[in-house]
C-alpha cells in the first residue's frame, strides 16, 4: 500500500475511525503543516476550501478494496488495522499535535481557522463570505492571484501532480486551459480529458480540446533524441500547421476573448513539444500584440 494511503487512515483512526468528508480535507490539509517531511498530498482553492483530489481517488480506491466505507458525509475506517503504528514517528506525532490543536473544533471553527491562516485556499470558497468577518474576507479576495495583461502560455504536466499543476494555472491567473493533444488519455492521473476538464471547471477555469492541431501517437515514436523531436516538428509544421489555420485563429480568439489561456500537452521540456511551434505560428497571425510565455 501507499505511504500516503496508510497517512490518511492513520488520521483517520486517531480520529475515532469516521471524519466527514470536508472535516477529512481540512485536517489533512493541515496535517501537511504539522509534517516535518515532504507532505504526501497537496491540494488546490475548491469551492469549500482546500481539497486533495489525489486523497479523494485514494478514498476511492480504500473503499473498493472494503478498507473504508463511505456513507453520506461521512468516511469511515473499517478495516482492523493499527496503521498509526506503520507509520513514521514523526507523522504519528504530528497527527497527534494536529488533533490537540483541533480535534475539538467545530466544523465551521475548523473551515474558519483554516481560510483566516490559510486564505489562498478559501478564494473558490462557496461560504467565505459567511464565516469570515469583512477585514478576514478581504485577506481572501486579496489572495486571488490578478494580472491584466494578455498572455499566451504553454504547460506542459510532465513531473508534477494535478494540484501542481492547477495552482500554477491559478497562480498565473489562466482563465481558459486549451488542450492540444491528439489523444486526450494519460497514465498519469489527472490528466485525462474527463478528469482534467472536471478539475479545471471546479476552479473555474474554462478547458477546451482542439485535437486537429495536435500530433498522432503513431507518429511519436522512436523519440530519442532532440534531433528526433527537430524532425517531428520540421513534419508538423509543413503539413499539419498548414492544414488547421481555422484552428489556430480560433485559438487566437479565444486568447482575445479571455486574455490570459494557456496551451496544454505533457512534456515539460518545451523543445520536445509541439505546443511550442503551434504557440509560434499563432504569433504570426495579423492582430498578434500580445506576450507569449512558456511555463
Avoid at 478559501?122 to 485577506?139: F, P, T, V
Avoid at 478528469?195 to 522512436?222: F, M, N, T, W
Avoid at 509543413?238 to 485559438?251: F, G, H, M, S, Y
Amino acid at each position: 500500500m501507499y505511504y500516503r494511503r496508510k497517512l490518511l487512515l492513520g488520521l483517520l483512526q486517531a480520529f475515532d475511525d469516521d471524519l466527514e468528508k470536508i472535516r477529512l480535507q481540512k485536517l489533512l490539509f493541515l496535517l501537511t503543516r504539522f509534517q516535518k517531511t515532504e507532505s504526501s498530498y497537496e491540494f488546490v482553492p475548491y469551492k469549500y476550501g482546500c481539497y486533495s483530489f489525489q486523497s479523494a481517488a485514494d478514498l476511492g480506491t480504500l473503499e473498493k478494496y472494503n478498507i473504508i466505507g463511505q456513507e453520506g458525509n461521512h468516511i469511515r475506517k473499517i478495516a482492523d488495522v493499527d496503521y498509526l503504528m506503520q507509520l513514521k514517528p514523526t507523522d504519528r506525532q504530528a497527527i497527534k499535535s494536529l488533533k490537540t490543536v483541533y480535534g475539538l473544533k467545530t466544523n465551521e471553527e475548523l473551515t474558519r481557522s483554516t481560510y483566516i491562516s490559510h486564505p489562498y485556499y478559501a478564494i473558490n470558497s462557496l461560504i467565505a463570505k459567511d464565516i469570515l468577518n469583512a477585514e478576514q474576507y478581504q485577506r481572501v479576495v486579496e489572495a486571488r492571484p490578478k494580472k491584466q495583461k494578455t498572455v499566451l502560455f504553454t504547460i506542459g504536466y510532465e513531473g508534477i501532480t494535478l494540484e501542481a499543476y492547477l495552482n500554477k494555472l491559478i497562480a498565473n491567473d489562466i482563465r481558459l486551459l486549451c488542450d492540444v493533444r491528439n489523444n486526450p488519455l494519460s497514465m498519469k492521473f489527472g490528466f485525462s480529458k474527463n478528469q482534467l476538464k472536471s478539475a479545471c471547471e471546479s476552479l473555474g477555469i474554462i478547458y477546451e480540446h482542439l485535437p486537429e492541431v495536435g500530433i498522432q501517437s503513431a507518429d511519436r515514436q522512436e523519440l530519442n533524441k532532440q534531433a528526433d523531436y527537430d524532425q517531428l516538428f520540421k513534419v508538423y509544421k509543413a503539413v499539419t500547421l498548414t492544414e488547421t489555420i481555422d484552428n489556430q485563429k480560433t485559438i487566437l480568439s479565444l486568447l482575445q476573448e479571455h486574455q490570459r489561456i494557456a496551451l496544454t500537452c505533457f512534456e515539460a521540456n518545451i523543445c520536445q513539444c509541439h505546443r511550442k511551434p503551434l504557440a509560434e505560428a499563432i504569433t504570426q497571425f495579423e492582430g498578434w500584440e500580445y506576450e507569449l510565455r512558456h511555463l
